[in-house]
């Protein structure tokens, strides 16, 4: 049935959250934390792309779509074995490696992911935005209601820090059929702001901490929490610890 379809469970994860109950999303960087993460009972998980490439030996940006690709497959086939429903998961592609939409989101869809973030800056400079709002555009088309697509707004991260520009890239991006918005690195005090300008889900960055902290950005406006690559950096600080020990 449609409604038991991993997109469909997960889109309908972000519609209808108490303002105190964001959905709080784990960000995998292998199939291995994918499954810790999953057994924890999270209904879905967000790969971060950062922590994935510094799992593969990669610098962040410089990780090769196709073992990116690769690692998400994992992480799906991870969370979708045994006899609980498959645990829906959504990838950091990045900008899209300059893939035609087409390609990317049929190769997306090939690692059994259900959604993706699309950043909206390259080289450290943001992109037009009426131009991404088409690539945007294209990649609905191509995908159909076979992806969750969120949308990255890059204004706070590269140093423009009025929210009304992050509102007007945002809406653009909605109005081209993206699912939910990200503006990456919004300051507390201006996410209020940015929820009274936009319609849908909002996505917020947090660093992994105090749950009584995440139901305070739901408060403020935000519909879900991401982490990007700060669980993948506890886990390595765990490591580090543990390998200084080990060396006396």
């Not at 940006?61 to 990116?68: F, I």
Request: glycine share 10%.
């Amino acid at each position: 049935m449609d409604a038991d379809r991993p997109v469909t469970v997960f889109r309908a994860l972000h519609h209808g959250r108490a303002p105190e109950d964001p959905l709080v999303l784990p960000g995998p960087w292998d199939a291995a934390s994918a499954r810790v993460f999953a057994e924890a009972g999270f209904p879905a998980l967000a790969t971060p792309s950062l922590g994935v490439a510094a799992s593969l030996g990669y610098e962040d940006g410089s990780t090769p779509p196709d073992e990116m690709f690769a690692a998400v497959a994992r992480i799906v086939r991870a969370v979708s074995t045994g006899d609980t429903p498959p645990v829906p998961v959504s990838a950091d592609i990045e900008d899209g490696y300059g893939l035609a939409p087409a390609e990317l989101v049929e190769r997306l869809l090939a690692t059994g992911a259900v959604g993706c973030n699309l950043e909206d800056s390259a080289g450290g400079r943001l992109k037009d935005p009426r131009q991404q709002a088409d690539r945007l555009a294209e990649v609905r088309a191509a995908a159909g209601d076979a992806l969750f697509v969120n949308a990255r707004v890059d204004t706070f991260l590269r140093g423009v820090p009025d929210p009304a520009a992050a509102i007007a890239r945002a809406r653009l991006y909605v109005a081209a059929g993206a699912d939910c918005v990200y503006p990456i690195a919004v300051p507390r005090e201006a996410i209020p702001a940015l929820r009274a300008g936009i319609e849908g889900p909002l996505n917020v960055w947090a660093a992994p901490g105090d749950p009584a902290e995440f139901a305070g950005l739901g408060r403020l406006g935000a519909t879900r929490v991401t982490f990007g690559p700060g669980l993948q950096r506890q886990a390595m600080a765990a490591v580090r610890e543990s390998a200084a020990r080990l060396r006396g």
